[in-house]
């Protein structure tokens, strides 16, 4: 360990050098006192002078002793950082300039970080979670949701895995207490928690079994619920709570981390009944699957096995598996995965602000280095070599980045903070987002390398110089040679060919967004309000008391002041909640596979479109005589006709499904075709959909919307009035204007949207202000000049002209490379704009534009100095 002991040793000398100086001088000390007392022995007169002389210098032992131990460029760096801090204190406007400007670039990027590593790089809080996987059905190229029966015949036959687990999103009520509350609950097979890796913070996780239609209902808290409702009560464990009036045995509470398969209240096991897992129902693809790889079992051992199986299983059930196959991917990916190439282009565009903000002082530096010719002669004068010189500029930049990542620290912790309550609620992993060690020598890392960076340029220019050429120039400045000019100038062309770049990725993603916006959802939200419930099973066991509650319950909301209409449904647009089903149309031949015609099932009530602003474009929406015992009519939407009745008349066609009520099965007779909705999002196609009336196929889930001129808060407060009167015991959720439903559908891609468009307009002005810089100092070196020419009899539009000629000139280069890097780098956003290419026209034409205006804006003001500039003084000043 004798590095750590050198280590030790040189620490030592910066953080306590004052003990080391008096150890160093109390040994040289003790050397001269033995060698006096040795001299004295022997009678020799004025001993302690001699033993001086034989010793010699004392400093030059010290210096000796100093390299000995390694620390003298410690020591050499600490007079540095000293003597910068000196220098950095006469110039405070430019130092408070750069630090502001550092503190943006290191705290942005900061917090960009550690929200991508949060999200996309932390390791997922379970044993071993590079050994997880997620198991998808593929139909058609696209990913979706997996049937019971496959996912039992998948644990069933496969080998490369160590377990594999099931799991769905639902909901569910707590009642039975004074406020009853609807909870989400994840519902999953018994071995979710061992497939996971994951164990209850108390209690125990499900037992082999406890998954069976038979077994006692028994739940896992979640920490949150938990602390929220039973006030962290130890005791709760081995009690019993009412969940959907069922008496359920609480047997652990989660630690707060588990967050799979999302933010849920708690997990339940799964209990799938004989219909569920008949061979008839793999066309219902509604649980999703998580494995765990078996000991020495590879990833594409796995997706072997599992491309076997499918396989399999389509010889078995080509009706239902014909053209299905699976794919298997790491858990993290699965999770991940769809926010990945957004988060890692914000990380890129705030790294382009960063360097241009560095470009940017470091054309600062370059002037003041410039001005500080006299000084660096003088250091050179006197022995200081070009090393020396460029080690001192270099240790200026990094103090001073060093103060600029302090406060961009600052702005770190805050703006992640910021970031977190901002971010849409369907950013994954959230909760892991926090500025942790990492996040803390990420800025670090950033804070040393920016002050390298724009430290680089200025400590190379003030290091080649000759002390011939400094003192030949230090009393009129070096600046006027031509070297330090063109140096800012290619600065500048780089800012705003970085800018350009970053514009043009911004002007898509917001051309996108805002093409996203226009999009008509198919229906009109504006003026209705919305509402969720869920019916109890144990209070409405059956269809007929489903179908009463829901009869009563839209009565009563009719009556209501200032209600147009009402309307129930399950599960409405733009929600990503679903229920899709295949279905078979009387009269023509059985298609099985992909082909196998497939559509989204509601139900919905008479008033529901005409609420909901959803035009009937032929036949007629569901009446009174749609009632329970009639003939089960049936709608279906624009895309349903177009794709399975192209060029035919749907109406009076029938169709089935395997869906069942007891002895019923979901089918009947088409009455009717409605317009398309967007389901699942705007930028998605519509979906083909069958609506069935809610009288003749009532369910326990329900969404309510009301049109109303009363205000969405009036209208809510009074509907829950009349739920409670109705039933206390009914939590009402997801109530809000539908106008919200839809901001929400595309609040992810306005977030990114905004933050890069943010970073854009951040690093405009830092262009701008770049462009202003250079400008403005070629005007202040040039003023002889001006004055000469102004003199000779050169208009001042000529003046001007110069002026803007020479900031324009490197705009226009600028913006042609950043055009050139821009048309390569926008290509990576490809996947994530809609309506737009990403070499759309407008925005490449529209991006430069603004630039350059900006430009123009930002040498108006020298060239406005440069039209005051007297030619009488400015030479007699010169001379």
Sequence with gaps: MRWLSRVRRRLRLVIDRPAVEREMEDEMRFHVEMEAEELARFGVADAKRIARRRFGGVARYQDEARDARGGRWLEELRQDARYALRVLSRGRGFVAVAIFTLALGVGANTAIFSVVRGVLFRPLPYADPDRLVAIESVINGSPTADSPRDFLDWREQDRSLSGMAAYFLSTTALTGTAEAE?????????????????????????????????????????????????????????????????????????????????????????????????????????????????????????????????????????????????????????????????????????????????????????????????????????????????????????????????????????????????????????????????????????????????????????????????????????????????????????????????????????????????????????????????????????????????????????????????????????????????????????????????????????????????????????????????????????????????????????????????????????????????QFSLAAQPTAHIYAPLAQWPLDEMSVVMRSSASPATLLTAARDVLRLLDAQLPVYEAHPLDDLVRESIAQRRFYASLLATFASLALVLAAVGIYGVIAYAVQQRRRELGIRIALGASRERVVGMVLQQGMSLTIVGAALGLAGASLLTRVLKGQLFGVSATDPLTFVAVPAILVAVAMIACVVPARRALAVDPASTIRAED
């Design 182 to 678: 609807r909870l989400v609950q994840a519902r999953v097979s018994a071995n979710f928690f061992d497939v996971l890796g994951a164990r209850p913070e108390r209690g125990r996780s499900f037992r082999p079994g406890e998954d069976d239609v038979s077994a006692a209902r028994v739940v896992v808290l979640g920490d949150g619920l938990w602390r929220r409702r039973f006030g962290a009560d130890e005791t709760i464990i081995g009690r019993t709570i009412l969940l959907d009036d069922f008496p359920t045995t609480v047997i652990g509470i989660a630690p707060p981390q588990l967050r799979m398969p999302a933010a849920v209240d708690l997990w339940m096991t799964t209990r799938f009944d004989a219909r569920d897992i008949a061979p008839s129902s793999r066309g219902a693809r509604w649980v999703q699957v998580v494995g765990r790889l078996a000991p020495g079992a590879t990833l594409a051992v796995a997706r072997s096995d599992m491309s076997t199986i499918a396989a399999r299983l389509t010889q078995l059930d080509p009706k239902h598996n014909a053209g299905v196959t699976s794919r298997v991917i790491p858990l993290q990916e699965d999770l991940v995965g769809s926010v990945r190439t957004p988060l890692l282009v914000l990380l890129g565009a705030v790294g382009f602000v960063m360097l241009i903000a560095c470009v940017n002082i470091a054309s600062l530096s370059l002037g003041r280095t410039a001005a500080r010719e006299t000084e660096l002669a003088v250091r050179a004068a006197l022995g200081a070599g070009r090393g020396r010189i460029a080690r001192q500029l270099l240790t200026e930049s990094v103090v001073l980045a060093l103060g600029g990542g302090g406060a961009g620290l600052v702005i770190a912790v805050l703006g992640t903070r910021a970031l977190v309550a901002l971010a849409p609620g369907e950013l994954p992993l959230l909760e892991a987002v926090r500025v942790d060690g990492v996040v803390f020598a990420f800025a670090l890392a950033l804070t040393v390398v920016s002050g390298v960076l724009f430290g680089a340029v200025p400590a190379i220019q003030g290091a080649r110089r000759s002390t011939n050429d400094r003192l030949r120039s230090g009393s009129r400045g070096a600046s006027r040679g031509p070297a330090g000019g063109r140096l800012r100038a290619t600065l500048v062309v780089a800012e705003v060919a970085l800018a350009i770049t970053l514009l043009a990725g911004a002007g898509l993603l917001l051309r996108s967004f805002l093409r996203l916006a226009t999009i008509d959802p198919g229906f009109q939200p504006s003026g209705v309000t919305t509402f969720s419930l869920s019916l109890s099973p144990v209070r409405y066991p059956d269809e007929n008391t489903q179908a009463q509650f829901a009869a009563t319950m839209l009565s009563r909301l009719e009556q209501l002041p200032g209600m147009t209409s009402a309307g129930i449904s399950f599960a409405l647009p733009l929600s990503s909640a679903g229920f899709g089903l295949t279905f078979a149309i009387a009269g023509r031949r059985e298609v099985s596979g992909p082909d196998e015609p497939r559509a989204q099932i509601r139900v919905a009530t008479p008033d529901y479109f005409r609420t909901m602003g959803i035009p009937l474009l032929r036949g007629r929406v569901f009446t009174a005589e749609d009632r329970a015992g009639a003939p089960m009519a049936l709608l279906i939407s624009q895309e349903t006709a177009r794709r399975y009745w192209p060029n035919e008349n749907p109406i009076g066609q029938s169709l089935e499904t395997g869906w069942h009520h007891g002895n019923r099965a979901f089918g009947g007779t088409v009455v009717g075709v409605v317009g398309d909705v967007r």
